[in-house]
């Protein structure tokens, strides 16, 4: 699986929109690129997930750039409860659905 | 529906002893991952289960095993404790044993938080 960096933390203020950046310079053309949040003391959480195009669901926005080389997730109105660490993965089809590296993340801090 | 389930929750145990973690899939899953997280650190990968096989293993020592059972629940046990096993331990289950392009997601349990003294 291709390697991510992502900042080590970031603040964001309540209500506005969170962008959180990942590189993934290594990508390969089968590999996906998958958010997961993790509140503080809890399991990680799936966000989202994208191949090339742009996606979109109820939590969060995944913007991929054309080259696929990185990515940014988007929380249009952070909240409070945004408040946590946020890893960004990539994992190709076909492989081991279990295994998934994860880095250390970026530690998002929503303040009011 | 429930979640994955772990128990339990926290423990505490004195360097040397034994443990046994438990994990519960949810229902329909058939893979079964463990991971470690040390605090400050992401979660790393210790081994998957798929139809009570071990279909991959990360870099931990042998005292590090792990089963499945018929009903897909996993038993994560480690032996010789070292100060250094402390960590919160995940289990993780996903529906098959290979991602395709519209799965991959994992569930994860809330996690045993391992204290050894």
């Known amino acids: 699986d291709a390697k991510t960096t992502q900042p080590t933390s970031m603040d964001c203020a309540e209500g506005r929109a969170a962008n959180l950046p990942c590189n993934h310079s290594?990508?390969?053309?089968?590999?996906?690129v998958y958010w997961y949040r993790q509140i503080h003391s809890q399991g990680p959480q799936y966000i989202i997930h994208?191949?090339?195009n742009n996606e979109t669901n109820e939590m969060a926005s995944l913007i991929i750039t054309e080259d696929r080389k990185s990515s940014t997730l988007i929380l249009p109105h952070a909240t409070l409860r945004d408040t946590a660490v946020y890893y960004c993965?990539?994992?190709?089809?076909?492989?081991?659905?279990?295994?998934?590296?994860f880095g250390d993340g970026t530690t998002l801090t929503v303040k009011p | 529906d429930a979640g994955v389930t772990q128990s339990p929750t926290h423990l505490i145990k004195t360097r040397g002893q034994h443990v046994t973690l438990r994990c519960s899939p949810i229902?329909?899953?058939?893979?079964v991952s463990w991971y470690q997280q040390v605090l400050g650190q992401g979660p790393q990968f210790i081994f998957q289960?798929?139809?009570?096989?071990?279909?991959g293993r990360g870099n931990f020592p042998d005292r590090f095993s792990a089963r499945q059972f018929p009903n897909y629940s996993s038993e994560l046990n480690v032996n010789a404790l070292l100060l250094g096993d402390s960590a919160l331990y995940l289990c993780?289950?996903?529906?098959?044993?290979?991602?395709?392009?519209?799965?991959?997601?994992?569930?994860f349990g809330e996690g045993s938080r391992l204290t050894v003294l």
């Open positions: 290594t990508i390969s053309g089968n590999e996906y």
């Open positions: 993780a289950s996903s529906p098959s044993r290979l991602t395709s392009g519209d799965t991959g997601e994992l569930f």
């Open positions: 229902s329909g899953h058939k893979s």
């Open positions: 289960y798929y139809e009570k096989e071990e279909r």
């Open positions: 994208g191949l090339k």
């Open positions: 993965i990539v994992r190709a089809v076909n492989t081991n659905a279990g295994k998934s590296t």
